[in-house]
T-cell receptor, first 110, second 118 residues
Framework: EDQVTQSPEALRLQEGESSSLNCSYT??????LFWYRQDPGKGPEFLFT???AGEEKEKERLKATLTKKESFLHITAPKPEDSATYLC???????????FGKGITLSVRP | DTGVSQDPRHKITKRGQNVTFRCDPI?????LYWYRQTLGQGPEFLTY????????KSRLLSDRFSAERPKGSFSTLEIQRTEQGDSAMYLC????????????????FGPGTRLTVL
């Protein structure tokens, strides 16, 4: 059974203090790793898709990387508006469901 | 607005009642997914459709749950005889096919329907 573990569960940063969020996975035949951002009471918002080890993608202050066992979401010089829950998910079937981790709640203090 | 829409946004019901939720996917997205999310957890897969065909259902989807997508556009999720354990956020997502590879793009989620069963 596919497993996705995110750590830490919660992270509090000072504005401008860079850090990384971890997503480790145990799957058979990865067909994509996805990062989403979710604000309270809203649906997840798509951020990145990574398909193979060594791949990296960037968007503003966020950078996602992938290895054979884990993915990192690096946040550079975060701002209070980056506060949200960040979800990691994997897809293993050819075109099927996503299996999500529990998410990491990020709080950025001004 | 060209995103995924869901209706209603909030539903409060009494135990034992039936409820129905609606999801309108992004137009031309032929795959539509339903997930359930409880507090402090990530979304859990329930079922998905390709056009009007229901291709996969989770073990989480008990006999009280039924989903349809009759014309391959909007979808409904019905819960019969609701229980307090059904209280959750019900999320809908849709995706489109990548023409060159046959794989599917990322899933785009709607705002969700928050169900509270009293």
């Amino acid at each position: 059974e596919d497993q996705v573990t995110q750590s830490p569960e919660a992270l509090r940063l000072q504005e401008g203090e860079s850090s990384s969020l971890n997503c480790s996975y145990t799957v058979s035949g990865l067909r994509g790793l996805f990062w989403y951002r979710q604000d309270p009471g809203k649906g997840p918002e798509f951020l990145f898709t990574l398909y193979s080890a060594g791949e990296e993608k960037e968007k503003e202050r966020l950078k996602a990387t992938l290895t054979k066992k884990e993915s990192f979401l690096h946040i550079t010089a975060p701002k209070p508006e980056d506060s949200a829950t960040y979800l990691c998910a994997v897809r293993t079937g050819a075109n099927s469901k996503l299996t999500f981790g529990k998410g990491i709640t990020l709080s950025v203090r001004p | 607005d060209t995103g995924v829409s869901q209706d209603p946004r909030h539903k409060i019901t009494k135990r034992g009642q039936n409820v129905t939720f609606r999801c309108d996917p992004i137009s031309e997205h032929n795959r539509l997914y339903w997930y359930r999310q409880t507090l402090g957890q990530g979304p859990e897969f329930l079922t998905y459709f390709q056009n009007e065909a229901q291709l996969e259902k989770s073990r989480l989807l008990s006999d009280r749950f039924s989903a349809e997508r009759p014309k391959g556009s909007f979808s409904t999720l019905e819960i019969q005889r609701t229980e307090q354990g059904d209280s959750a956020m019900y999320l809908c997502a849709s995706s489109s096919r990548i023409k060159t590879s046959g794989l599917y793009n990322e899933q785009f989620f709607g705002p969700g329907t928050r169900l509270t069963v009293l």
